[in-house]
C-alpha cells in the first residue's frame, strides 16, 4: 500500500525543470492543487509543509480515515471519494472548505462538520452501508451547515425520511434519488422550510408513484425550477397554487358551516355570525297541536256538508 508523503508529492511534481531555482521546500510552500488520484494510498501523513494547499484529489484510493489534513487550514475542496472511509473525522479544523466530496464510501452517519461554517456543497452519495442500513444524519452537524450548505447530493443511501434535513435553510440544490422515501406529507413539510430551493431531484423514490406528486411538491417549494431533470413552468406553478389556496378556501367554509360559523345576510345590509345572533325570544304565539291528517280530513269534509246543507236550507227560504 502507499502513503501520501512529502516525498510522494516530489517524485509526482513537475519542479524538476526548475530544481536548482526552487527546493522541496519552496515547492511545498508554494503549490495549491494536489492530485493524488487512484495511486493505490491508504494513508495521508503529514502535510504540514504545504500551507497554501486549496485543492486536494484522493479519491479512487483506499484511505481507511481521514488524517493529518488539520495543518492544511486554506485547503477548500477537497474530494474522497471512492475510499474506504467509515467515519467523517479529523476536518473540522477546514474552517475555509467550500465542497467537500464523500461519495462512494462506507459512511453511515452525516457528522463530525459542525466547524465547516463556509462549507457550501457536501456530496455523500451512494455509500456501502450493511443490508438494511441506511445513512443517518446528526442534528447538531445539521444545525452547523444550516447557514451555509447550498447542495447536498445524497442519492441512493437507503434513506426513508429527510425531517433531519429542516435545519438546511439555504439549501437551493437537493439531490436524494433512489432511497425509499414515501411520505409525501413529510415532503412537503421539510420543503417548505427550504425558501430558496431551485432544483430537486427524487426520482426513484416510491413517493414519485403516488398520485399529484408532482403537483403537491411544487405547490410547496414556490422557487423552485427544476423537479426530477423536468422544468417547471411559472403558467402552471402559479395554476397549482391558485387551485390549492380555492381548495383551502372551500374547506374552511365547509368547516365553518359544520361548526355554526357561517356568515349569512340580515336586515338588508348587515351580516351576523349564527352563534352571535344567540336565542331568539318569541312572543304572542299560541299553542299549537297536533292533528292526525284523517281526523282533519274528516273535519273538513264535515264542515263543507254543512256549509252545503245551510246553503240548499237557504235557497229554499
Known amino acids: 500500500m502507499v502513503r501520501l508523503t512529502v516525498d510522494l508529492i516530489a517524485k509526482y511534481s513537475n519542479r524538476s525543470k526548475n530544481k536548482r531555482h526552487n527546493s522541496l521546500p519552496q515547492y511545498l510552500k508554494k503549490v495549491t492543487h494536489l492530485n493524488f488520484s487512484n495511486k493505490n494510498i491508504d494513508d495521508i501523513d503529514d502535510l504540514s509543509m504545504c500551507r497554501n494547499l486549496t485543492v486536494l484529489y484522493l479519491y479512487d484510493n483506499q484511505i481507511t480515515h481521514i488524517s493529518n489534513l488539520a495543518c492544511a487550514s486554506n485547503l477548500?475542496?477537497?474530494?474522497?471519494?471512492?475510499?474506504?472511509?467509515?467515519?467523517?473525522?479529523?476536518?473540522?479544523?477546514?474552517?475555509?472548505?467550500?465542497?467537500?466530496?464523500?461519495?462512494?464510501?462506507?459512511?453511515?452517519?452525516?457528522?463530525g462538520l459542525d466547524g465547516l461554517k463556509e462549507l457550501k456543497e457536501l456530496h455523500i452519495e451512494g455509500q456501502r452501508l450493511p443490508q438494511g442500513e441506511k445513512l443517518l444524519f446528526d442534528p447538531m452537524t445539521m444545525h452547523s451547515l444550516a447557514?451555509?450548505?447550498?447542495?447536498?447530493?445524497?442519492?441512493?443511501?437507503?434513506?426513508?425520511?429527510i425531517r433531519d434535513l429542516a435545519p438546511l435553510i439555504k439549501l437551493t440544490h437537493l439531490y436524494a434519488s433512489d432511497n425509499q422515501l414515501r411520505d409525501i406529507e413529510d415532503i412537503e413539510i421539510v420543503c417548505g422550510q427550504w425558501p430558496e430551493l431551485h432544483q430537486m431531484d427524487l426520482s426513484g423514490n416510491p413517493i414519485c408513484q403516488q398520485p399529484k406528486y408532482?403537483?403537491?411538491?411544487?405547490?410547496?417549494?414556490?422557487?423552485?425550477?427544476?423537479?426530477?431533470?423536468?422544468?417547471?413552468?411559472?403558467?402552471?406553478?402559479?395554476?397549482?397554487?391558485?387551485?390549492?389556496?380555492?381548495?383551502?378556501?372551500?374547506?374552511?367554509?365547509?368547516?365553518?358551516?359544520?361548526?355554526?360559523?357561517?356568515?349569512?345576510?340580515?336586515?338588508?345590509?348587515?351580516?351576523?355570525?349564527c352563534s352571535e345572533v344567540g336565542p331568539v325570544a318569541i312572543q304572542n304565539v299560541p299553542e299549537c297541536s297536533i292533528v292526525p291528517y284523517g281526523s282533519f280530513r274528516?273535519?273538513?269534509?264535515?264542515?263543507?256538508?254543512?256549509?252545503r246543507g245551510d246553503g240548499a236550507k237557504s235557497h229554499r227560504m
Open 214 to 273: 408532482r403537483d403537491r411538491v411544487i405547490t410547496v417549494c414556490k422557487m423552485l425550477e427544476d423537479l426530477d431533470s423536468k422544468a417547471i413552468n411559472e403558467l402552471s406553478r402559479q395554476f397549482l397554487i391558485n387551485w390549492k389556496a380555492s381548495k383551502a378556501k372551500k374547506k374552511l367554509k365547509d368547516e365553518r358551516v359544520m361548526t355554526g360559523q357561517i356568515t349569512y345576510p340580515f336586515n338588508g345590509e348587515r351580516t351576523h355570525r
Open 76 to 111: 477548500t475542496h477537497l474530494y474522497m471519494q471512492n475510499n474506504n472511509l467509515m467515519h467523517i473525522e479529523n476536518i473540522s479544523a477546514l474552517t475555509k472548505l467550500t465542497k467537500l466530496y464523500l461519495g462512494g464510501n462506507s459512511i453511515e452517519v452525516l457528522e
Open 298 to 307: 274528516g273535519k273538513r269534509r264535515t264542515k263543507d256538508a254543512k256549509s
Open 147 to 161: 447557514e451555509s450548505l447550498s447542495v447536498l447530493n445524497i442519492n441512493n443511501n437507503n434513506i426513508d425520511e
